[in-house]
């Protein structure tokens, strides 16, 4: 759009605004002649069935006065509000004032609300009835798109009600996940073991951690390879908070649990990003989200 800012791109608009204006008028006007009584009446020169033709009679009345009224209305709309180029219209409206003023008054209304819930601690934001009510509110706008209205997310989303946490649940982290958002990424470890084979027998052994039905005979082919992988989730793969690494022994998986899937994880890797809300929500709405989401993960 950088290049129509200049100012003759103002005056073709509102010139073609106001001609288009004038010529609804001036066709109005030349299409609403009356025809004389008793002079005949004249036809477009279209005839069917022998003796069916078409008269050219002008437009009624009623039909012409709608499209006076509505170059009427064209007319007063465009000198109060912005529509001919530059020019801001009587009225000085903008979509932008419009937005200020709204802001505005949502800051007079709830300022002192944020501000109260804001001053309290994340787990006090957590136990106060407005506040949860006020966070969830934040929640389902801001965050529901990805883990759900009732926050036990999706593939790829984590579930916020499970106490399961890839970079820790206390409140200064949940707060700073928030604000700064997180980027985790897994990277593909399958020629580091050897090939899809090996992946599938590391695939059995991550399985065999947290007990799920897996094949014991590649769980224990895999198993000494495991080193490879406890660099990022330990040597007991509980995992490790501090890069963002999940606790493979609790069987709460991001991408799914099957075999095929896990065995995919290890081959291509994965990466994933949860978004940084700084800008929009600030600091005090950040916290009250928070609060929320410290709530239900500790019913």
């Given at each position: 759009?950088?290049?129509?800012?200049?100012?003759?791109?103002?005056?073709?608009?509102?010139?073609?605004?106001?001609?288009?204006i004038l010529f609804?008028?001036?066709?109005?006007?030349?299409?609403?002649?009356?025809?004389?009584?008793?002079?005949?009446?004249?036809?477009?020169?279209?005839?069917?069935?022998?003796?069916?033709?078409?008269?050219?009679n002008p437009l009624?009345?009623?039909?012409?006065?709608?499209?006076?009224?509505?170059?009427?209305?064209?007319?007063?709309?465009?000198?109060?509000?912005?529509?001919?180029?530059?020019?801001?219209?009587?009225?000085?409206?903008?979509?932008?004032?419009?937005?200020?003023?709204?802001?505005a008054e949502a800051?007079?209304?709830?300022?002192?609300?944020?501000?109260?819930?804001?001053?309290?601690?994340?787990?006090?934001?957590?136990?106060?009835?407005?506040?949860?009510?006020?966070?969830?509110?934040?929640?389902?706008?801001?965050?529901?798109?990805?883990?759900?209205?009732?926050?036990?997310?999706?593939?790829?989303?984590?579930?916020?009600?499970?106490?399961?946490?890839?970079?820790?649940?206390?409140?200064?982290?949940?707060?700073?996940?928030?604000?700064?958002?997180?980027?985790?990424?897994?990277?593909?470890?399958?020629?580091?073991?050897?090939?899809?084979?090996?992946?599938?027998?590391?695939?059995?052994?991550?399985?065999?951690?947290?007990?799920?039905?897996?094949?014991?005979?590649?769980?224990?082919?895999?198993?000494?390879?495991?080193?490879?992988?406890?660099?990022?989730?330990?040597?007991?793969?509980?995992?490790?908070?501090?890069?963002?690494?999940?606790?493979?022994?609790?069987?709460?998986?991001?991408?799914?649990?099957?075999?095929?899937?896990?065995?995919?994880?290890?081959?291509?890797?994965?990466?994933?990003?949860?978004?940084?809300?700084?800008?929009?929500?600030?600091?005090?709405?950040?916290?009250?989200?928070?609060?929320?989401?410290?709530?239900?993960?500790?019913?």
């Amino acid at each position: 759009m950088s290049d129509f800012t200049d100012g003759f791109w103002s005056l073709w608009v509102a010139g073609l605004s106001i001609i288009s204006i004038l010529f609804c008028a001036l066709l109005l006007t030349l299409q609403g002649k009356k025809r004389v009584p008793g002079t005949p009446v004249e036809t477009t020169g279209h005839q069917w069935d022998e003796n069916l033709t078409e008269l050219n009679n002008p437009l009624p009345l009623w039909w012409m006065w709608l499209f006076w009224i509505t170059i009427g209305f064209g007319v007063v709309y465009l000198v109060l509000y912005p529509g001919l180029g530059s020019f801001p219209g009587v009225l000085k409206w903008s979509s932008s004032g419009e937005y200020a003023t709204e802001r505005a008054e949502a800051d007079a209304l709830y300022g002192p609300r944020f501000q109260r819930l804001a001053s309290l601690e994340v787990a006090q934001i957590a136990k106060d009835p407005e506040g949860r009510l006020m966070g969830e509110r934040l929640f389902l706008t801001y965050c529901s798109q990805c883990h759900g209205s009732d926050a036990r997310g999706a593939k790829g989303y984590p579930d916020l009600t499970a106490g399961a946490w890839l970079y820790g649940g206390d409140a200064p982290t949940l707060v700073k996940t928030i604000l700064d958002g997180r980027q985790g990424m897994m990277p593909p470890m399958g020629a580091a073991l050897g090939g899809p084979e090996q992946t599938l027998d590391m695939a059995h052994y991550v399985l065999s951690l947290s007990g799920a039905k897996h094949d014991a005979k590649r769980a224990s082919d895999a198993k000494p390879k495991f080193a490879v992988c406890a660099a990022c989730h330990g040597a007991d793969a509980k995992g490790n908070v501090a890069m963002g690494a999940p606790n493979l022994t609790d069987k709460i998986w991001l991408h799914g649990g099957s075999v095929e899937t896990i065995a995919e994880t290890i081959a291509q890797g994965r990466s994933s990003r949860m978004p940084a809300h700084r800008e929009f929500l600030g600091e005090e709405k950040s916290k009250i989200l928070a609060g929320y989401v410290y709530g239900i993960s500790r019913p």
